[in-house]
C-alpha cells in the first residue's frame, strides 16, 4: 500500500435486504442481537480461536447458530469444547490442507484467516458449491490511500507489485494489496454471494496486540504521560464484541457487497480516549502532556513509530482515522460507548498473569516516553533541542488492521 501508515494493520444494501432488516437497523440498540433467531444458520469458521473467531461464536451461539471450526488446532485449542472442530491448514500444500472441508455444507462460511490470495481462492473455490454466502474478513488496509476524509467503499484499493508474494513484506508493505486480491478471490469464485468486510483496528477485551489496550494501561500507571498531537485527532476503532455481532446480523440478513466496518458512529478523540481511560483508572496522579505531531514526527514518532493507534491527521493520514461508515451502519452496525470498551479492556488486562502484563506489546517503553517529554519540556521552554529522542527501542511488530 502506498501510504505511510502500513502500520495500521458490493454490492449495495439492497431494498430487500433493508425490508429484511427491519425499522430497528435504522433506529436505537438492537434488541434482537441476543435474542435466538427463527432462522437457525450452520456457520463454518476458517479459524476461530484467534481474536475476532471467539467474540464471533460467542456472538452466533447466542442467537442459536450452529458452528464449526476449520484451523490448525495450534491456537487455543482448548477453546469451545462443544464446538464441532475440524483440523487442516489453509494451505493445500501442506499436510491434509482443505480436505476436512470436503464433502460438506455449509449456510455460511466466515473467512477470518485469509492473508494470502492462493489460499482464498482454494478454499473459497472448494466451499462456492456448498454455500450461500461468504464472509472475508479483510481489512481497511486494502485502501490505496488514506488522505480522503470520509472516502465510503468506493475508494481506490492497494496494489501489490507481486501478486503471488506470500510474505507481508520488511514494513508490511504488501497486507493491503494482498487482502484485496483476497477480495477479489472471492468475488471471482461466489459472484454475488460474497460479504466483503473493511475493519479498522478491531479492539477489545482479548485483543493480542495490546495496540488499544496500552492507553487504559497506560493511563492507569500514574504519572507524566505522553498525549500524542492534539485532544481533536480523529480516532476510529471498532470493539471486537460489535464487530462480531454485527457479522451475524450480516448472515442472518444476508448482506452482500464491501463494508467498512470501524467505528464509533461518529468518530471518536483522542481526547474522549484520554478522558474514558481516566474514568476506568480511577484515582491516579497521571498527567497527560500533549506534545504536537510537529515534534513528534521530528523524533522518529510520525506515526509509524511506536506510538499505537494514533495518526497525525495531516497529508498522507488526513482520512486515516474518518472512513466512511455510513453504508454498514445503514446496515445495522451498532457500538456500545467508548467509555465501556475502555474499561472493558483494562479489567481484561489486569486479569492477565503478571508474567503477560508485564511484556506489554505495543506502546512506548517507559524510558523511551520519558526522554521524549523530557526533550519536549526543554523544546517547549524555549531551550531548543536535538532532533532525535534517544531510548528509541527495536522496532516492534508492524501489523495493519
Ligand atoms: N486486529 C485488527 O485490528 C484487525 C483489523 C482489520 C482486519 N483484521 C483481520 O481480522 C481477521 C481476524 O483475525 P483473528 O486472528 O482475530 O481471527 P481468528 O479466527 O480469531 O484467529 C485466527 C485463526 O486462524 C487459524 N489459522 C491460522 N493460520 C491457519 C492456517 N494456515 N490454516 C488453518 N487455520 C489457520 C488459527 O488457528 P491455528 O493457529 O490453530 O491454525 C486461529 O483459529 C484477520 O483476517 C485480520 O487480518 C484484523
Redesign the pocket.
Known amino acids: 500500500m502506498s501510504t505511510p501508515r502500513r502500520k495500521f494493520?458490493q454490492y449495495s444494501l439492497t431494498a430487500a435486504s433493508m425490508l429484511a432488516l427491519g425499522p430497528q437497523a435504522l433506529a436505537g440498540p438492537d434488541k434482537r442481537s441476543t435474542t435466538p433467531t427463527k432462522r437457525k444458520l450452520k456457520i463454518l469458521?476458517?479459524?476461530?480461536?484467534?481474536?475476532?473467531?471467539?467474540a464471533?461464536v460467542t456472538a452466533a451461539q447466542a442467537r442459536g447458530h450452529t458452528l464449526t471450526?476449520?484451523?490448525?488446532?495450534?491456537?487455543?485449542?482448548h477453546l469451545f469444547p462443544n464446538v464441532e472442530k475440524l483440523q487442516?491448514?489453509?494451505?493445500p500444500k501442506?499436510g491434509e490442507g482443505l480436505k476436512a472441508l470436503e464433502g460438506r455444507r455449509w449456510d455460511v462460511v466466515l473467512d477470518?484467516?485469509?492473508?494470502y490470495p492462493r489460499?482464498v481462492k482454494a478454499s473459497a473455490e472448494l466451499l462456492a458449491p456448498h454455500v450461500k454466502q461468504y464472509v472475508y474478513?479483510?481489512?481497511?488496509?486494502a485502501y490505496a490511500n488514506n488522505d480522503v476524509p470520509y472516502e465510503d467503499e468506493s475508494g481506490p484499493t492497494a496494489k501489490v507489485a507481486d501478486p503471488t508474494v506470500e510474505t507481508m513484506g520488511k514494513n508490511y508493505e504488501n497486507f493491503g494489496g494482498l487482502?484485496r486480491l483476497c477480495e477479489e478471490a472471492v468475488e471471482a469464485a461466489l459472484p454475488g454471494l460474497a460479504s466483503l468486510i473493511?475493519?479498522?483496528?478491531?479492539?477489545g477485551p482479548d485483543?493480542p496486540?495490546d495496540?488499544f489496550t496500552y492507553w487504559p494501561v497506560r493511563y492507569a500507571r500514574g504519572g507524566e504521560m505522553l498525549a500524542p498531537g492534539s485532544p481533536e485527532d480523529p480516532l476510529q476503532i471498532i470493539d471486537v464484541r460489535d464487530l462480531a455481532e454485527w457479522l451475524v446480523k450480516v448472515m442472518e440478513n444476508q448482506l452482500t457487497g464491501i463494508y467498512n466496518a470501524t467505528g464509533p458512529e461518529k468518530p471518536w478523540t483522542m481526547g474522549a480516549l484520554l478522558a474514558a481511560c481516566k474514568a476506568a483508572a480511577g484515582k491516579t496522579d497521571t498527567k497527560p502532556v500533549w506534545v504536537p505531531s510537529e515534534f513528534l514526527a521530528k523524533n522518529g514518532e510520525d506515526g509509524e513509530g511506536d506510538i499505537p493507534i494514533w495518526a497525525p491527521p495531516l497529508d498522507k493520514n488526513k482520512g486515516f482515522h474518518l472512513r466512511s461508515i455510513d453504508k454498514a451502519v445503514k446496515a445495522g452496525l451498532k457500538f456500545r460507548p467508548g467509555a465501556v470498551t475502555v474499561k472493558d479492556t483494562l479489567a481484561y488486562f489486569n486479569g492477565l498473569p503478571e508474567e503477560r502484563r508485564n511484556k506489554m506489546r505495543a506502546g512506548l517503553a517507559p524510558e523511551r516516553e520519558k526522554a521524549l517529554l523530557a526533550l519536549w519540556a526543554q523544546e517547549s521552554q524555549g531551550g531548543g533541542g536535538k532532533p532525535a529522542a534517544p531510548g528509541k527501542p527495536e522496532a516492534q511488530e508492524k501489523?495493519?488492521?
Open positions: 494493520l469458521v476458517l479459524g476461530g480461536t484467534g481474536f475476532l473467531g471467539p464471533f471450526l476449520f484451523n490448525r488446532g495450534k491456537t487455543r485449542p487442516g491448514d489453509r494451505d501442506k477470518n484467516s485469509g492473508y489460499m474478513i479483510s481489512s481497511i488496509s487482502k473493511r475493519p479498522g483496528y478491531i479492539v485483543d496486540t495496540r501489523k495493519s488492521p
